[in-house]
């Protein structure tokens, strides 16, 4: 078993909908959790960063982490087509990261 | 800041040559990455430094790659002989604290 699992996907939803991106993680060492999203050939950057089990909201982004489940999702509201990218959940651990394969999202106009 | 900076952008080789990606991390960070990102395996971790130091090589899939770096500002990944199966997007990574800032990635293909 992999120590962050995400569905790979794709994902494919209208303009407009409320996206709902999960990774479930097995370590339960894990303090942080991060979302980095990246678009088609470039690299990864960092979207949302959380510490504590609860929800974080930044516009139209929020991360939610349930410790107790190891389960962490990161939705997006009124999605735009600016928002297709894939979208990868990330967990600092011993000075380097553990990342989910990542989800493929695309937003139709 | 200019932020991470790889080169080249793209590397087209044929089986057999050498090939060495670069790596300019950002100023002031002591942790630098080397990560291979493909379709069937996504992001893997190759080796990462600390102070200049490897730490963890773990990830380097054979002895035809090896890693360096020199100084604080300068990182090289280089594979001798390349193989087809070598081809991917690989990418360097470096931070202070918790968050890794990505350079843009270098697009390998080994025909």
């Known amino acids: 078993q992999k120590e962050v699992e995400q569905d790979p996907g794709p994902l494919s939803v209208p303009e407009g909908a409320i996206v709902s991106l999960n990774c479930t993680y097995s370590?339960?060492?894990?303090?942080?959790f991060m979302w980095y999203r990246q678009y088609s050939r470039k690299g990864p950057e960092l979207l949302m960063y959380?510490?504590?089990?609860g929800n974080k909201e930044d516009g139209r982004f929020t991360a939610q982490v349930d410790k107790s489940s190891k389960y962490i999702s990161l939705f997006i509201r009124d999605s735009q087509p600016s928002d297709s990218a894939t979208y990868l959940c990330?967990?600092?651990?011993?000075?380097?990261?553990?990342f989910g394969a990542g989800t493929r999202l695309t937003v139709k106009p | 800041d200019a932020g991470v900076i790889q080169s080249p952008r793209h590397e087209v080789t044929e089986m057999g040559q050498e090939v060495t990606l670069r790596c300019k991390p950002i100023?002031?960070?002591?942790?630098l990455f080397w990560y291979r990102q493909t379709m069937m395996r996504g992001l893997e971790l190759l080796i990462y430094?600390?102070?200049?130091?490897?730490?963890?090589d773990s990830g380097m899939p054979e002895d035809r790659f090896s890693a360096k770096m020199p100084n604080a500002s300068f990182s090289t990944l280089k594979i001798q002989p390349s193989e087809p199966r070598d081809s991917a997007v690989y990418f360097c990574?470096?931070?202070?604290?918790?968050?890794?800032?990505f350079g843009p990635g270098t697009r390998l293909t080994v025909l």
């Open positions: 990574a470096s931070k202070s604290t918790d968050t890794q800032y």
């Open positions: 430094f600390n102070n200049n130091v490897p730490i963890d």
């Open positions: 100023s002031g960070h002591d942790y």
């Open positions: 990330a967990m600092p651990f011993n000075n380097d990261m553990r």
């Open positions: 370590n339960s060492a894990f303090q942080y």
């Open positions: 959380t510490y504590s089990s």
